[in-house]
């Protein structure tokens, strides 16, 4: 990967400065997510696959296994492309998730929700005999998008499920596809996407720039919205996969819905876990399930992670921002290098430098304390922001970096607030790193890059898609 040309600038919000990454190329999709993972062919992706499913989400729960909290996801089958189903429940466990008041996250995580479609590429999870994981971590998912009857994943978009993906994943699994029970949802879309109708018009977006995740309210006006919502959806480009797709907002998050106006607050948490709004064209999709895209693209500056939280079973999901909660007593976060980490000066200057990038942009108060044994994130709760290489191949397949992030929660007349506790750092120690300021040569990967982009998740800033 060569080293990426950075144009920053600055923007100022409600009195707070951030440090943007913006790409160089007008009129060119990029994707923030895909920087920091390493690209793997369908092909190769199917053979490593233990099993190859389309499937759709029908449960999930999120538990605490002591090191850290793993949610974990039924699937009901609809087709078996690769492998044998087990007897029992397909259960697959994915990084992270909501345990009371407490929360973690994971970057480069593929992060699942309850009715969510797509082609799942599996391997048994080592940590619990009899469930399973993703393969090569978000390239493990191929997801469905019924708005618009396609797929999409971090590096490809497929325009037809049927005549695109499915020969695909036929050749490379090396058996005939055996299906399961119907998929009367994805049937039933591919239907009605075959009867032309009377679509909605969009005809402004206002402001034309515009964040996401700061309650900022985009006005889009056109017609044939509806008079109602009902289940009609508003979608961004989804900025965590450079828009192969589009993620809508929490129904909270929507301000009014007319026939001719729509309000609606910019979010940077979607519905079912989709991803952050990032740049370009907007979807409307009416209650009549008829879509159309604006003419002219958003611009969405930064991106402010929130997260989403339910208070109880008669209250709506909702989307809140994060508190950086300065836990070392000097209002900032103090890291800690591994070991094997702090006897690689070239690593260590890499990553410092990051830091300063940070601190002289947005005054981001981070400080390296004393080196420790611990290897890899052993204990959420251990106190240490670590920086570390991945001993115990800790990261998926393709996965350069990861930022653990971990959250507590307050419950105080209803409202919820929430703080940052602490993060943790994990970079691949089996990749070919650059560790210097000078391009890489081939092959190798830029570590100052992935550290920067990585550091930015843990100031609480998510992925922004540009044109």
Known sequence: MKKTQLTWQWFTRAGASLLLLLGPAAGVVHAQETCLLEPLPLSQRVAAATLVVEARVTAARSQDEGAHIVTLNELEVYKVFRGALPSGNLTVATAGGTVGLRREQVTNSAQLAIGQQGVFLLVPDARQPGRYRLYAGPQGLISYDLTTATASEPFARYASIAEELYPALEEPAGQAVRAVRPNTALQARLSRAARPAAAPLISSLSPAVITAGTGAVLTIKGSGFGATQGKGLVGFRNADNGGQSFVSPLASEYVSWSDTEIKVRVPSVAEGNGGTAGSGAVLVTNGTSESALSLDNLTIDYARINLDYQSDANSPLRAYPVALAGPDKQGGY????????????????????????????????????????????????????????????????????VTYSYYAGCSSGGAISWALTGTDYIFDGEQSWQFTSANPGSGQFDFESVALHEQGHGLQLGHIAYY
Request: charged fraction near 25%.
């Open 334 to 401: 103090t890291l800690q290098y591994n070991e094997r980490f702090a006897a690689n000066t070239a690593a260590k200057q890499a990553f410092e430098r990051a830091l300063l990038t940070w601190r002289n942009g947005v005054g981001a108060n981070r400080k390296i304390a004393s080196t420790t044994t611990t290897v890899n994130t052993e204990d959420q709760r251990d106190n240490i922001n670590l920086v570390s290489f991945d001993d115990a191949q800790e990261l998926d397949a393709g996965v350069l970096g």
